[in-house]
């Protein structure tokens, strides 16, 4: 069964180094998400992507953060200059069709980030 | 504003036993609700889903209502294994949007 694939599955980096995250979404899929979890809490909207461009984001995805698919295999998250807040598990997801009701979001299996 | 909670943060049920998580939400735009459970260190993944338009759907072993009237939303598992052990997430999506709302995790405990 097709799955939504992470890298690396643990990052540590210093505060205020960049970091890229690297997703590989399920290869017929059309719709590219990120989200993050925060240890103990719920699992965060951060981005969507579709069509080379962004669809919606929440208030988390400020200038710091930006996303691109820079083949047409991969999809990646880059944080800029890196916090110690942002230490979080992050979610790639993707969807076949629209992010609209009725269409199943299917996660990997997440990085950990670590920012010391 | 925007909420999906859950009334219970943890649920202890024995092997066997039928198990029920609960879940309320306060988007009244939202129309499809999703399940998600999440084992230790893995990605949310995807259990059973319902659109607005339904009020119960069954998979196998499991089974989502929907109460729209009061907003409630709750997942039923039958006959709950070890394996069921786990966080589970009710989540929350309007028509058209692309962010899944997430609730804060009820965590199920399965005994032996």
């Known amino acids: 069964e097709p799955e939504v694939t992470q890298t690396p599955s643990h990052q540590v980096t210093q505060m205020g180094q960049e970091v890229i995250l690297r997703c590989v979404p399920i290869s017929n899929h059309l719709y590219f998400y990120w989200y993050r979890q925060i240890l103990g809490q719920k699992v965060e909207f951060l981005v969507s992507?579709?069509?080379?461009?962004?669809?919606?984001k929440s208030e988390i995805f400020d200038d710091q953060f930006s996303v691109e698919r820079p083949d047409g295999s991969n999809f990646t998250l880059k944080i800029r200059s890196t916090k110690l807040e942002d230490s979080a598990m992050y979610f790639c997801?993707?969807?076949?069709?629209?992010?609209?009701?009725?269409?199943?979001?299917?996660f990997g299996p997440g990085t950990r980030l670590t920012v010391l | 504003g925007e909420s999906v909670g859950l009334h219970l943060p943890t649920l202890s049920v024995q092997e066997g036993d039928n198990s029920i998580i609960n879940c309320a939400y306060s988007?009244?735009?939202?129309?499809?609700f999703i399940w998600y459970k999440q084992e230790s260190g893995k990605g949310p993944q995807f259990i059973i889903d319902i659109r607005s338009n339904m009020d119960k759907r069954q998979g196998q072993r499991v089974t989502v209502l929907l109460n729209k009237t009061v907003k409630h939303l709750s997942l039923q598992i039958a006959a709950t294994q070890p394996g069921d052990s786990a966080v589970y997430f009710c989540?929350?999506?309007?028509?058209?949007?692309?962010?899944?709302?997430f609730g804060a995790g009820t965590r199920l405990f399965v005994k032996a």
């Open positions: 988007n009244s735009a939202s129309d499809y």
């Open positions: 997801a993707s969807s076949p069709i629209s992010g609209g009701a009725g269409d199943t979001q299917y």
């Open positions: 992507f579709y069509n080379n461009e962004i669809s919606e």
């Open positions: 989540a929350e999506r309007e028509t058209g949007g692309f962010k899944t709302i």
